[in-house]
């Protein structure tokens, strides 16, 4: 039984697993962020361009 806790507490494998899930974490926190900015910046443009678009006459260009 001590030999197994000797090894257990050497062993390292499991270290570099925690560690590529906090960095998974980190990427997708960030990109969760990134996305909320991107939204609402692609919203307000969608309805502008939907305002500009509207206020259009196509027919009056030919007049």
Same mark, same amino acid.
């Given at each position: 039984?001590?030999?197994?806790?000797?090894?257990?507490?050497? @062993? /390292? *494998?499991?270290?570099?697993?925690? *560690?590529?899930?906090?960095?998974?974490a980190a990427?997708?926190?960030?990109?969760?962020?990134?996305?909320?900015?991107?939204? @609402? +910046?692609?919203? /307000?443009?969608t309805s502008?361009?939907?305002?500009?678009? +509207?206020?259009?006459?196509? +027919?009056?260009? +030919? @007049?």
């Amino acid at each position: 039984m001590m030999n197994f806790i000797k090894n257990f507490s050497k @062993d /390292e *494998d499991g270290a570099v697993t925690v *560690d590529w899930v906090v960095l998974t974490a980190a990427v997708v926190g960030l990109a969760v962020a990134a996305y909320g900015s991107i939204k @609402d +910046g692609a919203v /307000e443009l969608t309805s502008r361009t939907n305002a500009y678009m +509207g206020s259009q006459n196509p +027919g009056a260009i +030919g @007049d």
